[in-house]
């Protein structure tokens, strides 16, 4: 069973094939937002890196955000797409998610933390299980002190990641005395090996039933502007 | 002047899937050979919008997201075909919301990779051109083609495939913006056009006479003044009836796109007048522009409501003409919000 995974909910953008034999082809790009240009070249070139064809993909995963809407729709547009087009079903997994899953080994409360601009961030907390991790706290977005309240009302060794740390660390380390590391942004590798276990229990969902995690009400204001653009 | 046609290994039989979400609707068509149109689905968005009184780009690409998979299904099940028998895949890349276009061109481009077939990037304005062109193949060049809806107001000249000269453009609101913002300063609902034109039936045109911008010497366009003396006159006159204002507006509106459009045609010796975009739905404008042209000796082409308004068959086809002329698009462009027509003046 080969898995394609996409992964832009973050500014980065990262494509992966995996199966039982583990991650088989990967691309990365962290810079810039140029998910749309990216993600589209990025796919068939890891196809030809893993030497398969897309026709021999049996499950599209895809990280279903919290995220930055635009790069996230971009992700899930393309692997709804593909899933459609291949006929077969997607796993779609919380960007938290992804960011935890690497951290599993530690006895510390595990706090993704996503940067969610307007000084806002997504978050959520997880905690070590046998064989895996375990959400502690629903995924929520709030202001970067919101966060800290959290963590000071739990009180118990943390470990702090994701690009919501790295761009907020001194405000997070000002309010509360906890650890920081991991990786920035989540990845498509890690995105194919979640899927893949999921996959083995045929967790998978049809691409219509694939929903996306905004976290935040839409922004409700008309954009005159960028509707006089179109004249 | 002829097309030039670089690939003619595309041809009649080849079959392009049109994709379109650049505002607020959600659009897919299979076109063959440019002209045969075998199917077209569109999913309005006009009731989400409707609480808000316009287009809000964050609601629109969300619902985008989630109805496209299923218009583009539908628009393979109604053609009757096998999604192998797709020769190219087209997309609207601009203008347009950046977040909304970007779930049809991401989608687009990778529907052409898992197929394995071109991917043609398209102008929506363009596209529009194209429009009256698939109701009516033997329009001849070259036309004169008003384009107005909510997003666009513009006299083109088409001379050829791909070849066009701008003659005006509005330089505030839209025609289409107007009347959304007049329709909800009259609080009579959401979209405007057909909001006004149906309130219009029950007035007198004649009952206030509001300015003409006819900013003279151009094809330009200016609808923002119109708009604020509709306020400024309701607010002095509360009583007035709506159906009055709406039908004095409206007819202030069509009187200048209608003058306009006649004149441009008669400088650049078109043969037709063909009218497109959601405004062209108004029954006022389609009326004046037939009797202007019967007046003109020229033809009046006035496309269906369903070829006027955003749809995917138009993207198909200028698809089609665009990748005879110009081959693929890479895979690796994005949306470009602004995007302009490549005109022959500017
Ligand atoms: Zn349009």
Known sequence: MLILGIETATERVSVSIGGHEGVIGLFEVTKGRRHAETLVPAIDFVCKQAGIELAEISVVAVDVGPGLFTGMRVGLSAAKAIAQALSVPMIGISSLDLLAFPCRHTERVVVPVIDARKGEVFYAMYRQVPGGIQQVAEPAVGPVEDLVADLMARSQDVLVVGDGAVRYREEILEGFHCEMGGDAHPSAGQLVQLAHARALREEWVQPRDIEPVYLRAPDAKINWATRAART | ?346
């Open chain 2, 1 to 346: 002047m002829s097309e030039s046609i670089a690939h003619p290994e595309f041809d009649e039989s080849t079959l392009v899937l049109g994709i379109e979400t650049s505002c607020d609707e959600t659009a897919a068509a299979l076109v063959m050979g440019g002209y045969d149109v075998v199917s077209s689905v569109v999913s309005t968005q006009v009731e989400i919008h409707a609480e808000f009184g316009g287009v809000v780009p964050e609601v629109a690409s969300r619902a985008h997201l989630e109805v496209l998979n299923p218009v583009i299904a539908r628009s393979i099940v109604e053609a009757g075909i096998e999604d192998s028998r797709i020769d190219a895949i087209a997309c609207t890349v601009g203008p347009g919301l950046v977040g909304a276009l970007l779930v049809g061109v991401s989608a687009a481009k990778s529907l052409a990779l898992v197929y394995d077939v071109p991917f043609i990037g398209v102008n929506h304005m363009e596209a529009h051109l194209y429009a009256a062109s698939l109701e009516d193949p033997t329009l001849e060049f070259p036309l004169v083609v008003l384009l107005v809806s909510g997003g666009h107001t513009m006299l083109v000249e088409m001379q050829d495939h791909g070849r066009y000269r701008l003659l005006g453009q509005t330089i505030d609101d839209a025609a289409g913006e107007a009347f959304d913002k007049v329709a909800r300063f009259l609080d009579l609902g959401y979209p405007g056009g057909p909001a006004i034109d149906e309130a219009a039936l029950l007035g007198d045109p004649e009952a206030i006479r509001f300015p003409r911008a006819l900013i003279d010497g151009s094809y330009n366009f200016s609808f923002s003044g119109l708009k604020t003396s509709v306020m400024n006159y309701v607010r002095k006159h509360p009583d007035v009836s709506s159906a009055d204002v709406a039908a004095s507006f409206q007819a202030a509106v069509v009187d200048v796109l209608v003058t306009k459009a006649r004149a441009a045609a008669k400088e650049v010796g078109a043969t037709s007048i063909v009218l497109g975009g959601g405004v062209a739905a108004n029954s006022l404008l389609r009326e004046e522009i037939l009797d202007g042209c019967v007046k003109d000796g020229i033809q009046g082409f006035l496309p269906s409501r369903a070829m006027c308004t955003d749809n995917a068959a138009m993207i198909a086809a200028a698809g089609w003409h665009r990748l005879r002329s110009d081959g693929p698009t890479p895979l690796d462009v994005g949306a470009t919000p602004n995007l302009r027509l490549p005109f022959l003046n500017v």
